[in-house]
């Protein structure tokens, strides 16, 4: 008996360009029908094509993360180190360096995974379920399980759950913002034939996956399912690329190179002294050991990931989760913030704004999107009782004419609709007007839908015996059906003229113009309500729409701009509409500074683009690949760039970045995926937040660097001092280790927990290339190393003059340095203001930590077997408090310092004003 041969079905990814066939072919293509598929060649498709699903990363395991803390440039530094001292035999010393390595990467491991929970429980995925024609039969089935060649039938609210063409739809409008960025919906028709090269937002017989259906019913067939959709090109853009280094990485890798280096010199030249003077190999290696615990910040890599861990749960807080934990710094570094419009800065939801009377001033129209209170404010203040009644009838027939529904529920209001008609029903409660009532009042007789090819929309109802029509549609259809228009003063003959200049000037600042008319008909014995029928109508008024800004974008821009961060908008609206937003936000002040996707493809090579993205703040009808563009350009401008969006299309952008941040609520898997930060609020200003929280966290790394590098570039003055004297090590490596990682450990923990100091974002970002070590850093390191140092020099000297034995020169002077980290951890809070402005109690782990380092040390004093490992003793109390009074030197030293600069800056702030 012969097998019937296996049918062979047509791959979505070598599928023609669907919206340039005809539905027949696309049918015959897919080999299936108008009745869908069967049941087991739906099967068997799944298992050919896959699930309906776009592929996601695999978290890395515990022992991944746990050997990834082993990959900084610091800690190979400190590995060998602790090689060195294995070779010589000095176990404590290997131990302690094996021990802060344990610590670093424990801690390292439980933070990165606690982001990655929060991020994934953020991520929850929602089950879609589709409705599918299968044999004929309409079946409700997981979108997941969708296959080429299904037959689709979708409607108002629902997710389009693949690309399809559509073989037949009804009154449908797409919300494609996910993919193009235009807030608009798409009107979707299957008459005609798309350009084989026409962008998405134009190809209006195809329905995309992710997009939304707002209005309208549709039949289409699936084309492309999980990575064939253009969803799923724009996810397989970002899937294994790496992302951009963090800044603090950068700075971090250069910063330990640096410190490699000096290492390597420092010891090569004291190993050569040492040598040249008869001192034996194993001492000389001692005294390299001795060097490297001294010079190398063993606290940094602890105190670093805690700083950056701490600032990854303060942002939590305020709605910032963190993917990656170096992106906490990372936001408050960035110099640009390049963001999505719809959704980011606006709420992505269509509102009334504007409404003109013919002839008259714009009236302002206040109150959030779907919330309907507000008010209707002319230049002069409240309407006169002429426009009030203006205003009731315009809004009366606004709500006739409207297929939308609005009403209120326990948790809030809930409408149902097209966007146009919601927003207008929304006004028309603002002014006291509901539909319910105003159909109530004048029963409803017969309607005419909205249709794209119609481009209006009316209701026809009773009043006092009369029917009366209401319309709402584009201007250029209302207009030949009017004779007169209203006015404050009657109704008077039409003037087309001033109307249409009133549109183009509402057209101009962004709006979406919406005209409204009615009028008294008259319809025949057995007469069905038509278009015929409307003329001889009564101009009303226009209502201009937009999607508002976010009640806190204006002011969270302002912020970045105090802040020095500079703001750019990327957005897929017209340039008019684009330009009206960012003018509201004070983005922008003219037209030029709005740069259109076309612009940027016209630019001749890279350096005419980077110059037009250079003196550009606006970017309008820009693609997914130019959003990346933009970025990279940016990038080579020298600039750290933060990209903030919700959008499928926002995805690149948001791995080239140094740092991506997607909106939660809104957001889509793809830009939540991608993003090294999430906003759970959906708030701009939970953005600020973090660059807030990034330039506190940053600061507090380098209050860390600075306790930390200079306490051991003062034990390198000590031992250099000592080298070149011929007197004995000050210290032993033991000893070193136990000020750095016991004593000199709690307190750089405990620094990295200092709050803000209030003046975070009322400085200017830090250029992109500076380093950790400004010059700043460099005057107070260099300054302290020397008190520190050469006092703790004069104190061992003077010890071994008094008759003090060796060791008990070195106790004293093991003191001594204790107490001189205790009290320079102070001078670590503020690199400006005084120690004594700081109160103690803001930071109590700083405080109490400090007592705990100096108790901890006198109790090692008194403790046999760690005062024998560390050779040392306990000291009087009169000893203790000559060592106090040479340890507060560093104090007044480093307040005179500060206290120096602030007068240079005031001076020279007075000197620039003058000038």
Not at 847 to 872: E, K, R
Request: proline share 5%.
């Amino acid at each position: 008996m012969s097998k019937t041969p296996p049918v062979t079905v047509a791959t979505t990814s070598t599928l023609p360009a669907p919206h340039t066939l005809p539905a027949s072919e696309i049918l015959s293509i897919l080999d299936s029908s108008p009745n869908g598929l069967s049941h087991a060649d739906a099967a068997s498709r799944l298992q050919q094509y896959g699930r309906n699903a776009l592929p996601e990363a695999e978290p890395p395991g515990m022992a991944t993360v746990f050997l990834h803390q082993f990959t900084s440039p610091l800690i190979y530094v400190l590995v060998a180190a602790a090689l060195v001292s294995l070779v010589i035999r000095e176990w404590s010393d290997a131990g302690f360096i094996c021990a802060v390595l344990l610590l670093n990467a424990i801690i390292g491991t439980v933070q990165e995974f606690s982001a990655q929970r929060a991020a994934t429980a953020l991520q929850q995925l929602v089950t879609t379920c589709s409705r599918v024609l299968r044999a004929g039969d309409t079946h409700e089935c997981n979108a997941e399980e969708l296959v080429p060649g299904d037959i689709v039938l979708l409607e108002s609210g629902e997710r389009v759950p693949a690309d399809m063409r559509l073989l037949s739809c009804h009154d449908l409008e797409v919300d494609e913002s996910l993919l193009t960025g235009e807030s608009v919906a798409v009107f979707k028709s299957v008459d005609g034939m798309p350009a084989t090269d026409s962008p998405l937002g134009d190809r209006f017989n195809m329905a995309f996956a992710g997009t939304l259906v707002s209005r309208g019913r549709a039949r289409g067939i699936v084309t492309g399912t999980a990575l064939d959709t253009e969803l799923g090109h724009i996810a397989s853009v970002v899937l294994g690329k790496s992302p951009a280094k963090a800044p603090l990485l950068v700075r971090m890798e250069r910063f330990t190179r640096r410190v490699a280096i000096l290492i390597g010199v420092a010891a090569l030249l004291m190993a050569m002294v040492a040598l040249s003077r008869g001192m034996p190999l194993n001492e000389i290696f001692l005294l390299a050991v001795a060097l490297a615990v001294s010079a190398i910040p063993e606290g940094l890599p602890v105190a670093l990931t805690v700083a950056l861990a701490i600032g990854m749960r303060r942002m939590a807080r305020r709605h910032v989760i963190v993917r990656r934990l170096l992106a906490v710094e990372a936001l408050g570094s960035c110099t640009v913030i390049a963001t999505d419009k719809t959704g980011t800065l606006t709420v992505n939801q269509l509102t009334a704004r504007r409404l003109v009377f013919p002839g008259q001033e714009s009236l302002e129209i206040t109150g959030k999107s779907l919330e309907p209170e507000g008010r209707f404010l002319t230049p002069q203040g409240a309407p006169q009782p002429a426009e009030e009644a203006m205003l009731d009838r315009l809004c009366h027939a606004a709500v006739l004419a409207n297929e939308g529904s609005l009403a209120q529920r326990d948790h809030g209001w809930v409408s149902h609709g097209d966007a146009v008609d919601v927003a207008l029903l929304v006004m028309a409660h603002k002014a006291g007007v509901t539909q319910a009532e105003a159909v109530s009042a004048m029963p409803e007789i017969a309607t005419i839908p909205f249709e794209s090819e119609r481009l209006f929309s009316a209701s026809l109802n009773e009043k006092e015996g009369k029917e009366v029509a209401s319309v709402k549609g584009a201007l250029e259809r209302l207009l030949p059906m009017c004779s007169t228009m209203a006015t404050a003063y009657g109704e008077v003959a039409l003037a087309p003229t001033v109307i249409e200049d009133q549109a183009l000037a509402l057209a101009a600042r962004g709006y979406r113009v919406m005209a409204i008319a009615a009028g008294s008909i008259r319809l025949g014995p057995g007469e069905m309500f038509s278009e015929e029928h409307l003329g001889g109508l009564t101009f009303i008024g226009l209502v201009g729409l937009i999607d508002p800004l976010r009640p806190e974008a204006k002011a969270a821009v302002t912020a970045c701009r105090a802040a020095g961060i500079r703001v750019a908008m990327l957005t897929g609206d017209h340039p008019a509409t684009a330009f009206s937003i960012a003018r509201e936000l004070e983005l922008v002040s003219s037209l030029d500074e709005v740069i259109a996707g076309t612009d940027l493809r016209q630019a001749a090579d890279r350096a005419e683009q980077d110059r037009l993205i250079g003196q550009a703040r606006v970017f309008a009808r820009v693609e997914p690949q130019q959003k990346l563009q933009i970025v990279q350009s940016l990038q080579r401008n020298g600039h750290f760039v933060a990209v903030s969006g919700d959008g499928a299309n926002d995805a690149p952008a948001l791995r080239a970045a140094q740092v991506g941040v997607a909106m939660g609520r809104s957001g889509t898997d793809v830009a939540r995926e991608t993003a090294d930060l999430i906003i759970t609020d959906d708030n701009f200003a939970s953005i600020v937040a973090g660059v807030e929280e990034g330039r506190i966290a940053y600061a507090n790394v380098r209050k860390v660097i600075f306790l930390l590098i200079s306490t051991g570039a003062a034990e390198l003055v000590l031992f250099t001092l000592a080298l070149l004297t011929a007197l004995p090590l000050p210290l032993l490596a033991v000893q070193l280790l136990w000020l750095n990682l016991v004593t000199n450990g709690i307190q750089d923990v405990a620094l990295a927990f200092e709050p803000g100091e209030g003046e975070e974002l009322r400085h200017r970002p830090r250029p992109p290339k500076e380093s950790i070590f400004n010059r700043l850093m460099i005057e107070r390191v260099i300054l302290s190393a020397l008190v520190i140092g050469s006092i703790a020099f004069v104190v061992f000297q003077s010890l071994l003059e008094r008759g003090f034995s060796l060791d008990e020169a070195r106790n004293g002077t093991l003191m001594l340095m204790v107490l001189f980290e205790n009290i320079h951890v102070f001078n670590s809070r503020s690199e400006s203001l005084s120690t004594f402005r700081h109160n103690p109690l803001r930071n109590p782990l700083l405080l109490f930590g400090t007592l705990a380092a100096q108790l901890i040390h006198i109790a090692a004093m008194y403790t046999p077997w760690i005062s024998d490992v560390l050779h040392i003793q306990p000291i009087s109390p009169q000893h203790w408090l000559e060592l106090l009074g040479f340890a507060l030197s560093v104090l007044v030293v480093m307040e005179l310092h500060k206290a120096l600069r602030r007068w240079l800056t005031t001076r020279n702030g007075s000197a620039s004003a003058a000038a």
